[in-house]
């Protein structure tokens, strides 16, 4: 008896990726949408499932010759699973560095009104290609800030659906009313994630670079909120980050001064010792130092785990 092998066939659910979707919330999209994980996607297509594990926001960005055959790959094999072109999949790229893109679990900032209205629309919400920059928080459709995406197993019910679309709506209306942004940094930082967006390569000029240099590669992803963080150095606050600023900018492990609470560089301290006169006296401790070596501390776990991710 002769066994006739069956030809590969299309998924069964076409989930195209929607304009300027990231890469990640499209593919899971697809995995949902077919009730199975992205290995197993993968391996139903044929792909390395070695690629299922793969940072791919920046596409063929960055990788070595066999991985960049890999993905490339996967990407008409993809494209043909959703009966779409190449180009599409490509489009959910960002071909930007490294350094502008968040960390892979820190990729899940929304806006909570475009999610409130994908969902009463009847439209699958999606995570915007900007949304997962460094730079971005805010959404400039709705002049909103961003809210973080909860952390559930599979897709939310309807009723914590509600309620997460209740909260982070009322937190995102306080942060916005609460804080005078400065109308130029807003419009330097709309300029710049539509530069990163296109990967134009243009330099600015004075303090819009200066702006671009601080904010493109920003660690405010430490933060126990990045959202208010940047929130807050776009205000005419902003001076209240700069502390945090430096401090995270550190080349661990040294050890913090008072100088990191200011972008200021560091001056000498007094001498202790006074000629013919023996020991100064001893000085007081500012309470914020104890804050900042906690502070520190507490930044220097994290950026362990981080790297051991």
């Not at 596409?59 to 008409?76: R, S």
């Not at 949304?131 to 002049?143: A, N, P, T, V």
């Not at 001498?271 to 000085?283: A, C, D, E, T």
Request: with cysteine; net charge positive.
């Amino acid at each position: 008896m002769t066994v006739h092998a069956l030809e590969p066939q299309p998924l069964a659910f076409r989930v195209r990726p929607q304009a300027d979707e990231c890469f990640d919330s499209w593919i899971d999209r697809v995995a949902a949408a077919h009730e199975t994980t992205r290995p197993a996607l993968f391996r139903h297509l044929g792909l390395e499932t070695g690629l299922a594990s793969m940072d791919l926001a920046r596409g063929t960005c960055g990788l070595a010759n066999e991985q960049y055959f890999a993905v490339y790959q996967m990407i008409g094999q993809l494209a043909w699973a959703v009966q779409i072109e190449p180009q599409q999949v490509e489009g959910t790229f960002l071909n930007v560095e490294a350094s502008a893109v968040l960390p892979r679990r820190q990729r899940q900032y929304v806006c909570p009104r475009c999610w409130q209205q994908a969902w009463q629309d009847g439209r699958a919400p999606i995570i915007r290609k900007e949304w997962i920059l460094r730079m971005s928080w805010r959404c400039r459709h709705h002049d909103f800030p961003l809210c973080r995406l909860p952390a559930v197993e599979g897709m939310m019910s309807e009723r914590a659906r509600r309620a997460w679309i209740d909260r982070a709506l009322a937190k995102a209306e306080n942060l916005r009313q609460g804080l005078d942004y400065r109308p130029r940094l807003i419009e330097w930082n709309a300029e710049g994630l539509d530069r990163l967006v296109r990967a134009s390569r243009k330099r600015c000029k004075g303090e819009k670079q200066a702006y671009v240099d601080r904010f493109q590669a920003n660690l405010f992803h430490f933060a126990r909120d990045r959202i208010a963080m940047l929130a807050l150095a776009h205000s005419r606050l902003g001076k209240a980050t700069w502390g945090f600023e430096r401090l995270v900018s550190l080349d661990l492990p040294e050890h913090p001064r008072r100088e990191a609470m200011t972008l200021r560089p560091p001056t000498p301290s007094p001498r202790s010792w006074r000629i013919g006169k023996g020991r100064g006296p001893l000085r007081r401790y500012d309470g914020n130092v104890l804050d900042l070596v906690m502070t520190y501390a507490h930044l220097r776990v994290r950026r362990d785990a981080h790297g051991s991710s």
